[in-house]
């Protein structure tokens, strides 16, 4: 051990060179951990002291502590100084011009799909709905057959559905929900479903992921002629005018019996489309009675209750009300498009406070 502290004595004003000529914080460490650290040159001489005689520890012990001090002072000084140049050196490549005019920041807004959610919501909600939610993720009973739309029935082709493994899909419509809730819940039934689905379609008019609102009533008497109230009260707040034009076209869906597709007039001018003006049609949304086998399935006893439903497609009506013409914009992410279209997040729709 003498040998050992007779060496590093000699090689300390290499050693202490070596620090001050250092510039990397990380060398320095380095050295800390080959002289200091637990089983570093110096400490390792400290440690040995246990077997030295009192005699022997007082000169060895007062070498050892000298150079330990000499090689810390060193050590820390030098990364003193390196913190220093580095701080420095930041400042230098970061500083802030605070004369120059500051940015603004961007304020977040709500997308119009939320803002018409949220309208529509609010107008449903006036007329006693509720709002009810289903998985997107679903199995065929519940998008398909509890429907009435069985495994070879033409519609199912016309809904261009992503398939996963294990019988899944992805819902292509919100009527799922209507049975969930019809299944879950006791009638009398009145809710809206507003929600993500998904079909295999991409082009100017057709995202793989859209919304739809969903409406089920279902109670005893209930007629075509309710159907038809709601949803002309519904678009007349909605489109925010005291009357439009509406057209019940008989169609056809495999879950209502009669069905309808709901058209608004709107005229159409170079530049605009005016809602509720006549001169053309626009479809709006599907609607009907709900279907016999659709209650049956959900163990409903179709003589006692009946109802109806309606469906309608979120972006398109926000199109519509907001004068959006392409779609695929709805889902591009561009700053400047969402803060056209969006909305102040505390701008909260109201049927008596005003709906937009
Ligand atoms: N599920 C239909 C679709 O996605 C929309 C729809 C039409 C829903 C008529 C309904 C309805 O509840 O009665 O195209």
Redo the contacts with the bound molecule.
Sequence with gaps: MKDCLHDIKSRLPKLLEQIILSEQIKALEDLRIEYLGKNGTITLLLKSMADMTDEERRNFGKDVNELKVQITEAIDARKDLLVQEELNNRLKSEWVDLSLPAKTYRRGVLHPVSRAIAEISEIFASMGFSIAEGPEIEDDFHNFDALNIPQHHPARQMHDTFYMPNSLLLR??T?NVQIRHMTDEQPPFRIIVPGRVYRYDYDATHTPMFH?I?GLYIDRNITMANLKWTITEFLKAFFERDHIPVRFRPSY?P??EP?AEVDIACKRTKNDLIIGEEDSWLEVM???MTHPNVLKNVSIDGKNLQGF???MGVERLAMLKYGISDLRDFYSSDFRWLSHYGTKPLKIPSMTGGLS
């Design positions: 292509t419509h009527s739809q969903e869906f879950f209502t069905s599907g609607c009907g439903a309606f469906g």
